[in-house]
């Protein structure tokens, strides 16, 4: 597994808000973001933010994709 962490903006940050749940697959187009700061112990701290364009949801959970997986021609269909 591997998480990515997804900055959200406006509209699509409160339907995210409103429907996106653990197991829920979704799509995300977006650019790369890179941060870095010192935190208060003087550390030196970098990010990888994904700031999303679209975010596409699919229906259903981790059930649906565990009973009907994308297939690879169905996942070179899609528009990002």
């Given at each position: ?51 999303a ?28």
């Amino acid at each position: 597994t591997e998480w990515h962490r997804v900055v959200v903006w406006e509209r699509q940050a409160e339907l995210c808000q409103r429907y996106l749940k653990k197991g829920r697959m979704v799509a995300v187009s977006g650019r790369l973001a890179h941060r870095s700061w010192e935190n208060a112990q003087g550390e030196k701290r970098h990010r990888t933010e994904v700031v999303a364009y679209h975010v596409k949801f699919f229906s259903g959970g981790e059930e649906a994709r565990l009973q009907a997986p994308l297939s690879p021609a169905a996942t070179q269909s899609l528009p990002f």
